[in-house]
């Protein structure tokens, strides 16, 4: 559950500062959501918003992108631009001001699922039968959906690996034509997720110390 509350603005005595923090603040805590970059989706944790602004904090190095975007589980986006960037945290402005309830809230109109980077990665696919070539469409903590040429039975286990992936198990869940949807046996964490996913795609924002 999101820990939500409101920052008092009582107190500030000069303009500047007064206009700066004019807007109501929330504190959201681990609140996971995908930064998506020129250079790749990242998973982070939004912080404090504001209808103007909004503060998130990464698993690694935040990406340089002067403008980059923001979205939600449920697929809600936002349009951002940086303002500030030091180590893994990041104060951004909105493109167009947003109703901050609805972004708090974050209103679903389907099932709620886990946060989905859409990443397109190669690996191989090993079953009893064989080693397979494939590519994932789009990459979770619980699973993967990908594209193979190869044929799996619904609830089927496999072995995938990938680079900067451990070898994981998983087991078919749904299939239509080419396509897959596995479930691993063991789930990642969200910091080992957001890691994995930035190593397969900026390793540079990965430093020593989080790997």
């Given at each position: 559950m999101d820990a939500l509350s409101v920052d008092s603005e009582a107190g500030c005595g000069e303009a500047a500062h007064a206009d700066q923090r004019a807007a109501k603040r929330y504190t959201s805590l681990i609140r996971a959501a995908k930064l998506?970059?020129?250079?790749?989706?990242?998973?982070?944790?939004?912080?404090?918003?504001?209808?103007?602004?909004?503060?998130?904090?990464?698993?690694?190095?935040?990406?340089?992108?002067?403008?980059?975007?923001?979205?939600?589980?449920?697929?809600?986006?936002?349009?951002?631009?940086?303002?500030?960037?030091?180590?893994?945290?990041?104060?951004?402005?909105?493109?167009?001001?947003?109703?901050?309830?609805?972004?708090?809230?974050?209103?679903?109109?389907?099932?709620?699922?886990?946060?989905?980077?859409?990443?397109?990665?190669?690996?191989?696919?090993?079953?009893?039968?064989?080693?397979?070539?494939?590519?994932?469409f789009n990459l979770s903590q619980q699973g993967a959906s990908i594209e193979c040429d190869a044929r799996f039975a619904l609830d089927q286990t496999v072995r995938i690996q990938a680079p900067q992936m451990p070898e994981l198990r998983a087991k078919v869940r749904w299939r239509k034509d080419n396509s897959y949807g596995l479930v691993f046996d063991n789930t990642f964490t969200l910091r080992d997720f957001a890691i994995m996913a930035a190593k397969m795609q900026c390793p540079a924002l990965v430093r020593d110390e989080t790997a």
């Open positions: 998506v970059s020129a250079h790749g989706e990242f998973v982070c944790v939004i912080r404090d918003v504001s209808s103007q602004g909004i503060s998130l904090r990464m698993f690694h190095d935040v990406p340089s992108d002067e403008a980059m975007g923001l979205e939600l589980q449920n697929g809600d986006s936002f349009e951002l631009r940086m303002v500030r960037a030091e180590g893994r945290e990041a104060s951004f402005t909105f493109a167009d001001e947003v109703e901050v309830e609805q972004l708090i809230r974050e209103n679903w109109n389907y099932p709620k699922r886990q946060l989905r980077l859409n990443l397109t990665i190669p690996l191989s696919v090993a079953s009893l039968t064989g080693k397979s070539e494939a590519i994932t």
